[in-house]
């Protein structure tokens, strides 16, 4: 990964820094709380929740296992329906591949839909050097590029903005990228969004090259799949002459029923509705009919290694609903920014140090910043075990810093290893949970917790505070 | 270069699979539906979802719909209208505003200036509130249902409705560009508070077309 958030102090540190941020603590508290309501009600309509869980996970399974197979299946399916297919090893494949594509074009803009995969890769910034400007058109994306700042959720990026600070990003920011925000703007949502449109009009009806991302590619047939809200989506997908969609390999499925599965679970997990408000579905490219030209760059990026720990591979069935990081006690009170990539929260957690490894700090601490309460378990829609993951990684850490022999109990070895790194864990003593750490309670299941059961409120205080109280 | 990156990933991904058992198909043992495939039922519940999702949805029979449709033009104020080729002209035959065929075809400007599209659908499916859009004659391409910002749709009743989900994949055509919508374009980015109508159709009316069968 190249996006690596420079400079990023390790988890726990970022973690109290972001404590001592009122609003962003109110704003996030807000925020997961309202979604977490709405979602176990939107989940609880389906009474065979528990059996879409389990096909969801087991289509991933099987999709990753023959994932060569996969792959090689779409790659023809969307070249026999008109587009193009690139592979990129890693960042720099992938960016420079683009930035190519679009200087074929001749255009130096590109309008971008929100799209997790070309955030870690760094997208924006390699065009910028390139000297293509790269336009958000995600609300989220909007507030946060205009306000020179980094997501902080993986489906409502800005959720630590609130309504006043977007006003004042919109007043003083829009002018400088595009057409400004109207005189006397207030900070009501419905003006918000409407500033946003008038200011993101004008690109999309002008815009020649299109970035993506895609949440499905089907290999049977070809298709990509962009699950959304605000039709920004569709205006990139649509309107352009030129579109590339930048993919991790992982979000192949084998077969067009399968999407039945997951555009039933996606939108009730990440939005909490029976369906979001739109999906565009493509393949390839149509006479007469959106992009022309059409571009699929297939991304490893680190990927492959995940594919290779049997244990933590499982985080590759991910499908970005975020739902883990809502009920996240650890994410509500440390925010996204604290995990120093642009996969915040449980998933991130387990994701980021296995794309980049754990050399880094902010890597290497990663695999503690939760309580292993299991949550994130339970809810997860493509049934991923973040908290046995975040052990084995919590043993991978301990083992690079060389303090555990194998025969030495892991949990002492996590403890001397803090002991020694206390920039990275300033309090070692908390993981003296070991015995906790290392046997995660197994929750009973997505029943039980969507009968109802809920976090236990707990008061707004430190960070460090809380965990030292919930985890002895 | 693409090529040589082509090969080292799978080449990654069998040495990193190999050791793996072999992984079946999924069981699919979830619901087909969650309710019964009932006429009337669905096209209440269609009624109801998309209601929910702040579409404004009417009931109309064939020889009401001419009428219906110039109505609702004037109640919100568009002066003009485009329309994909195999839409019926007997629909407008009350209707006195601009009618755009699709000629030229419409640059996204000239879209832009057109207040309404009227389209008919692919299929709707009930228990999601979704009607579902495939470049049909009587839809026409994507641009024309996403730049102006009221969308009339009309979907014909009960034959175009389907329960559920798994019961609408089925009969979609995946090398025709698929467009679902469920309500009008929304956001909740701004501290959750549901926005309807951002970038496209601001304002989503379905009428539900009553036919025999
Ligand atoms: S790990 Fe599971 S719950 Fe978290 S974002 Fe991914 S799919 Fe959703």
């Known amino acids: ?472 | 270069m693409t090529q040589a990156a082509r090969e080292r990933i799978l080449a990654r991904i069998r040495s990193a699979v190999e050791q793996t058992p072999d992984v079946p198909p999924p069981t699919r043992d979830y619901l087909t539906a969650h309710t019964r495939d009932d006429p009337t039922q669905n096209t209440e519940r269609l009624h109801r979802n998309l209601t929910e999702y702040r579409a404004i949805v009417h009931r109309a029979t064939p020889t009401r719909l001419p009428t219906l449709l110039a109505e609702r033009l004037a109640a919100q104020g568009a002066q003009s209208i485009v329309v994909p080729d195999g839409v019926p002209d007997a629909w407008f035959s009350a209707c006195a505003i601009q009618r755009y065929g699709d000629r030229g075809p419409l640059t996204p400007a000239a879209l832009d200036a057109i207040d309404a599209v009227i389209t008919g659908c692919a299929l709707a499916i009930a228990e999601t509130g979704t009607i579902v859009l495939d470049g049909g004659p009587d839809q026409g391409r994507r641009a024309l249902t996403l730049v102006p910002d009221l969308h009339i749709c009309v979907v014909r009743t009960p034959a175009q409705i389907v329960p559920s989900v798994p019961l609408a994949l089925p009969l979609l055509a995946p090398d025709r560009p698929l467009t679902w919508i469920s309500g009008p374009s929304a956001t909740s980015d701004i501290e959750l508070d549901r926005v309807e109508g951002v970038h496209g159709p601001r304002r989503l009316e379905v009428v539900l077309l009553e036919t025999e069968g």
């Not at chain 1, 991304?299 to 499908?319: E, H, K, M, P, S």
């Not at chain 1, 046997?439 to 809920?454: N, Q, Y």
Request: with cysteine; charged share 20%.
């Open chain 1, 1 to 472: 990964m190249s996006d690596t958030f420079l400079g990023m102090p390790a988890f726990p540190q970022a973690a109290r820094v972001a404590l001592h941020n009122t609003t962003l603590r109110a704003n996030l508290r807000h925020a997961t709380h309202t979604i977490r309501a709405k979602r176990a009600q939107a989940v609880a309509e389906l009474s065979d929740w528990e059996q879409l869980r389990d096909a969801g996970r087991q289509i991933k399974d099987h999709t990753l296992r023959h994932l060569d197979r996969y792959l090689i299946q779409l790659e023809q399916a969307v070249t026999e329906s008109g587009g193009t297919v690139h592979w990129a090893v890693d960042a720099d494949d992938a960016n420079r591949i683009v930035a190519d594509l679009v200087k074929a074009t001749g255009e130096s803009e590109v309008v971008k839909v929100k799209s997790m995969a070309t955030q870690e890769i760094g997208l924006n910034e390699a065009l910028a050097a390139e000297g293509i400007t790269a336009y958000e058109t995600d609300l989220a994306e909007l507030i946060v590029q205009l306000g020179d700042d980094r997501p902080s959720h993986i489906l409502v990026p800005a959720i630590h903005r609130n309504r006043a600070e977007i006003r004042a990003i919109f007043t003083s920011e829009m002018a400088a990228w595009g057409r400004a925000a109207p005189d006397g703007l207030t900070d009501s949502p419905g003006d918000l969004a409407e500033a946003a449109r008038l200011h993101l009009r004008e690109k999309f009806l002008r815009a020649r090259v299109a970035i993506s991302g895609a949440n499905f590619m089907v290999a049977e047939t070809g298709t990509l799949v962009v699950v959304e809200s605000e039709g920004n989506g569709r205006m990139c997908l649509t309107l352009p002459r030129t579109l590339i969609s930048v993919v991790g390999v992982e979000k192949v499925v084998p077969t067009w029923r399968d999407l039945e599965v997951f555009l039933q679970t996606l939108p009730r997990l990440s939005t909490a509705e029976r369906m979001n408000p739109y999906t565009s579905m493509w393949t390839g490219t149509v006479d007469g009919d959106g992009p022309q030209d059409f571009h699929l760059v297939l991304l490893d990026n680190g990927r492959t290694d995940v594919l290779a720990d049997a244990v933590g591979r499982q985080a590759l069935r991910c499908i970005r609903c975020s739902a883990c990081l809502n009920v996240c006690p650890v994410y509500e009170r440390a925010g996204g920014h604290a995990y120093g990539s642009v996969y915040p929260g449980p998933i991130g957690a387990i994701l980021t140090p296995q794309l980049r490894g754990t050399t880094s700090a902010i890597d290497a601490s990663l695999p503690f910043a939760s309580s292993l309460c299991g949550a994130c378990y339970e809810v997860c829609p493509v049934a991923i075990d973040i908290p046995e993951v975040l052990v084995h990684l919590r043993e991978r850490v301990v083992d690079q810093s060389g303090a555990g022999h194998r025969t030495e109990s892991i949990a002492m070895a996590a403890v001397s290893w803090a002991l020694r790194h206390p920039s990275v864990l300033a309090t070692a003593e908390r993981l003296a949970t070991t015995t906790r750490a290392l046997h995660p309670r197994r929750p009973p299941g997505v029943r039980a917790w969507t009968a109802g059961r809920e976090l236990p409120e707990l008061p707004a205080q430190s960070f460090r505070d809380w965990w030292k109280e919930n985890h002895r």
